[in-house]
């Protein structure tokens, strides 16, 4: 596979993606999120993936301080049993949704058995379901990498937030940036793909986002995302306030015109479904946090936000794509674009 079957991506200096964070120029914006379009369709055509979200356990050991889960939090959890999240990722599969994204807290349950009933739920949704799946289960041990690697699990999500080290260590508390880092080259280097991640609006400068824009090309991420921090009740940034989404478009516009080839979510967990369109229109290829109505399953960012209300799901998300002129893709054309990924790594 040749390199030229992805777009190569404009190199931004610090100082050009700096001057865009900080522009209040409407006009300048707008061309900058028509470019970015234009990028994406270049690349897409007028196709949008689709994941449906699996957040199995709510458990977690860590006290990150933007997080509703954080382990201080006095909230109710679950933890659901293999058979629930088989029967709920087959749901979401049977709505048309391209791949499984398995999340869960740092639950010391499953570090306890080694993520062997994880192991057991991929190799069913990977063999019986005939579907790629991401795992997002924290920082894990390269022992436990190396396990998902050898079962081709597709994709693993490890979120930086930031890569201001000193911001890093006020928001995920007690825990190691290089530590962190190093699982997600390490899982790249095993032949997983990688994303990363960037939460806009705790308390970082433009400079902070325009060197997480440029260390997510470095490492090879190949989804790269941006979401907005949304306070949590009874956390420690309870009163901070939710930004506005100019940066949060700004960054995923910059995202596509530098790395076209990358797979950015619009992820419904920010602003529920009404957050759909901005985000596409900005240049994200790819629809996240999609959960079944009243399956007792959460969200992140926005835990219960549209979820019961059936506003999360394939339906809805269809509806307001084909409004746009854009379509849904199938499962045989994520898995393409997911083979294409694999072979551009190589020439990156
Ligand atoms: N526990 C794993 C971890 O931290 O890597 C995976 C799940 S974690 C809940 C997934 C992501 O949700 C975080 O990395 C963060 O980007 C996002 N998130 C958590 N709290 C958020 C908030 N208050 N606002 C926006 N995003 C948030
Ligand atoms: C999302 N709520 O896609 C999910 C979550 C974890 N890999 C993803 C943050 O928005
Ligand atoms: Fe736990 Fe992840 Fe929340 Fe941090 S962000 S407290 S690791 S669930």
Not at 41 to 58: D, L
Not at 196 to 216: H, T
Request: proline residues 3%; contains cysteine.
């Amino acid at each position: 596979m040749k390199k030229e079957i992805f777009p190569s991506g404009e190199k931004l200096s610090k100082e050009q993606i700096v001057h865009y964070l900080n522009c209040d120029d409407d006009i300048e914006l707008q061309k900058l999120f028509d470019l970015a379009k234009k990028v994406r369709n270049s690349v897409c055509g007028n196709k949008i993936y689709s994941y449906g979200f699996v957040y199995f356990t709510t458990y977690c050991r860590n006290d990150c301080n933007f997080c509703y889960f954080r382990a201080s939090n006095k909230i109710e959890r679950y933890r659901k049993s293999k058979e629930e999240v088989l029967e709920i990722s087959k749901a979401l599969i049977d709505d048309g949704v391209n791949l499984i994204d398995l999340t869960m807290g740092e639950d010391p349950e499953y570090h306890k058995e080694e993520f062997q009933s994880v192991l057991e739920i991929i190799d069913v949704i990977k063999g019986e379901y005939e579907t790629p799946v991401m795992i997002s289960p924290g920082v894990i041990s390269n022992e436990i990498i190396d396990r998902f690697a050898e079962r081709n699990t597709d994709w693993y999500a490890l979120y930086q937030e930031t890569h201001n080290k000193e911001l890093f260590s006020k928001m995920r508390i007690r825990q190691s940036f290089e530590e962190r880092m190093d699982s997600k080259t390490y899982a790249r280097d095993k032949g997983m793909l990688i994303e990363e991640g960037l939460l806009a609006g705790i308390g970082e400068s433009p400079e902070d986002i325009a060197d997480s824009l440029l260390i997510m090309g470095d490492i090879k991420a190949s989804q790269m995302r941006v979401m907005s921090f949304i306070p949590q009740e009874g956390s420690p940034m309870e009163n901070f306030k939710t930004p506005t989404r100019r940066g949060e478009l700004t960054i995923i516009a910059l995202m596509r015109i530098m790395y076209p080839h990358v797979l950015i979510p619009a992820s419904l967990d920010v602003d529920g479904i009404s957050g759909l369109k901005d985000r596409i229109n900005a240049g994200a290829n790819l629809v996240t946090s999609i959960i079944p109505p009243k399956s007792g399953f959460m969200g992140v960012a926005h835990s219960t936000m549209d979820v019961d209300e059936g506003g999360r799901t394939i339906a809805e998300v269809k509806v307001i794509l084909n409004d746009m002129g854009l379509e849904l893709a199938t499962k045989e054309e994520y898995v393409e674009y997911e083979k294409q990924l694999r072979s551009y790594q190589r020439y990156i």
